[in-house]
C-alpha cells in the first residue's frame, strides 16, 4: 500500500491505493501558512480514521500545482511514513509522450490523469478534472498527450459573479428541477449547473471534430459528480482516477531513486 496525494490550489487529496483497491479518498484544505507538522499531524488523522497502520504503508507519492508548498508536504509525508516521497515532476518517469510547446509547463496533475486514463481506459481519451480551474486533457490514438484546455472553475465563476453583482446571493451547487428558472436562485443554479454542463458536451464535439474520431471521455475531481450527471455526453466519472495515476507512476519508478525511495 502507497500513500498518494495530490496537491490542488483548494485542496489537498490523499488516499492509500495498492494493487487491489483504493482504501479511501479524503480533502483537506489548502493553506499555505500551515506547518509540515500541522500537515503531518492532518495526514495521521486521517489515516488513523481508515484504521490504517503506518507500518502498512510502503512509499508515498505526491503530485502539486502549489510549488510553496512541495516541500513543507514532503517533509510532512517523511514524518509520517519516514520515507522521501516520489515527486511527479522532472526527473519521474512517466512513459507518456507529451507533444507540446513546452512540456514542462504541462501541471502535474494532468499528466497523472493521463497516464491513468490511458493505463486503465485506452486511448484516445479525454479527461476533464473538475476543481478550482476545469482543465480539459486529450491523448490521441497513439497516446500522445498533445494538448487541451483551462476553464474558470464552477465555484471560481460563482464566488466572481457574487462579489460582482449587489443582488445576487451565494447558491448551493446543485440543480434546479427545470433549466428555466423561475426565480434568482433558480436561474443562477440553472446557468451554472446546465451552463457547465452544455460547454464541455460542446468542448467535447470540437475535440472530437478536431481529432477526426470519437474518444473515451472521464471527469474526475471535487465537482464532477455534481455536472456529469447533467451532461448529454456519455462521460465516465472516476473519482480515483488521480490516485489510480500517481500509484501507476509509483510503480513504474520504484526500481530507481529519483525523486524517492520506497521505505
Known amino acids: 500500500m502507497i500513500m498518494a496525494i495530490d496537491m490542488g490550489n483548494t485542496n489537498i487529496v490523499i488516499g492509500c491505493i495498492d494493487d487491489e483497491k ?28 481508515y484504521n490504517i497502520d503506518v507500518k502498512q504503508i510502503e512509499g508515498a507519492i505526491i503530485s502539486s500545482v502549489v510549488p510553496q508548498l512541495v516541500n513543507v508536504i514532503r517533509c510532512a509525508v517523511e514524518k509520517i511514513v519516514g520515507c522521501r516521497p516520489y515527486v511527479v515532476g ?3 518517469k512517466t512513459g507518456l509522450n507529451i507533444l507540446m510547446d513546452n512540456p514542462r509547463q504541462v501541471g502535474s496533475d494532468l499528466i497523472v490523469d493521463a497516464v491513468a486514463a ?6 484516445p481519451a479525454i479527461i476533464i478534472d473538475i476543481g478550482t480551474a476545469t482543465t480539459v486533457s486529450v491523448v490521441d ?7 487541451g484546455m483551462i476553464l474558470p472553475g464552477v465555484r471560481v465563476s460563482v464566488d466572481s459573479l457574487v462579489s460582482r453583482t449587489a443582488q ?13 428558472g423561475k426565480n434568482t436562485i433558480d436561474c443562477m443554479k440553472s446557468g451554472v449547473i446546465f451552463g457547465n454542463a452544455a460547454c464541455l458536451d460542446g468542448l467535447i464535439d470540437r475535440i472530437e471534430d ?8 472521464i471527469a474526475t475531481g471535487g ?27 509509483y510503480d513504474k519508478n520504484a526500481d530507481n531513486n529519483q525523486g524517492g525511495h520506497a521505505c
Open 22 to 49: 483504493i482504501y479511501f479518498v479524503e480533502r483537506l484544505s489548502t493553506d499555505t501558512s500551515k506547518t509540515e507538522l500541522e500537515y503531518a499531524i492532518g495526514f495521521k488523522t486521517v489515516l488513523e480514521l
Open 223 to 249: 465537482l464532477a459528480r455534481v455536472l456529469i450527471p447533467h451532461c448529454r455526453r456519455e462521460i465516465i466519472h472516476d473519482d480515483g482516477l488521480l490516485l489510480k495515476g500517481l500509484k501507476i507512476l
Open 118 to 123: 490511458v493505463k486503465v481506459y485506452g486511448a
Open 90 to 92: 522532472p526527473g519521474l
Open 141 to 147: 490514438k497513439n497516446r500522445n498527450y498533445i494538448g
Open 210 to 217: 478536431e481529432l477526426g474520431y470519437p474518444a473515451t471521455v
Open 168 to 180: 445576487l446571493p451565494r447558491i448551493s451547487l446543485e440543480a434546479p428541477k427545470k433549466c428555466i
